[in-house]
């Protein structure tokens, strides 16, 4: 059983450049996430979805976009790299949307925009 | 606008330890409180949830607490080992959003 995977774990952009992260969960989730985590900071939503079809925004939206097309892919594509965008990307996904549901997480792309 | 916050930034303890980690939020309308861990380079595990009708929650030698109405949970760990050195978050889950609003992390390290 995979759970979450991500890919690529590592990736170097130059400025400009576009690149897509890839997840995916085996796990049968209709509730998928991305979050960015930047040095010493916690975790920021950046798209969540809800289901096959149904994205949206989260709290730090700008420069990102997503689709959801099947239950298990959940991509996020950068469009336009910025420095800015230099973070450690998490994929997540979780069952369902209740006071008892827990969020399984992904091994992280480690994205570098030089 | 929920905020959460953990305290302190890293500890070092030496091995056989019981210590304790706090992570404090600012709305105490929660659905839920995880704590997870992360190791260098990995990904993010869960180590307990705490629905927002319970108190506490134990697994192993971890126990984790959740106080809403003084927006507080911690997070003890009983004789502590070298293996348990990581970065421990917290996160909750406010009623009316599916995001888990996350605090910075304890960076643990429990020394030989």
């Known amino acids: 059983n995979a759970g979450v995977t991500q890919t690529p774990k590592f990736r170097i952009l130059k400025i400009g450049q576009s690149m897509t992260l890839q997840c995916t969960q085996d796990?049968?989730?209709?509730?998928m996430y991305w979050y960015r985590q930047d040095p010493g900071m916690g975790l920021k939503l950046i798209y969540y979805?809800?289901?096959?079809?149904?994205?949206d925004k989260g709290e730090v939206p700008n420069g990102y976009n997503v689709s959801r097309s099947t239950t298990e892919d959940f991509p996020l594509r950068l469009e336009l790299a910025a420095p800015s965008q230099t973070s450690v990307y998490f994929c997540a996904s979780s069952y369902g949307a209740g006071e008892n549901t827990e969020a399984f997480f992904g091994q992280g792309t480690r994205l570098t925009v030089v | 606008k929920q905020e959460v916050t953990q305290i302190p930034a890293a500890l070092s303890v030496p091995e056989g330890e019981n210590l304790v980690l706090n992570c404090s939020f600012t709305?105490?309308?929660?659905?839920?409180l995880q704590w997870f861990r992360q190791d260098p380079g990995k990904g993010l595990t869960s180590l307990l949830l705490?629905?927002?009708s319970q108190r506490e929650q134990t697994s192993g030698r971890l126990n984790a607490s959740l106080d809403k109405s003084s927006g507080r949970s911690t997070l003890y760990i009983a004789a502590s080992q070298p293996g348990d050195s990581a970065t421990y978050l917290c996160a909750v889950r406010p009623d009316s959003n599916y995001q888990l609003i996350w605090g910075a992390g304890t960076k643990l390290i429990i020394k030989p």
């Open positions: 796990m049968n989730h209709n509730y």
């Open positions: 705490i629905q927002s």
């Open positions: 979805s809800v289901g096959a079809g149904i994205t």
């Open positions: 709305d105490s309308a929660i659905y839920n």
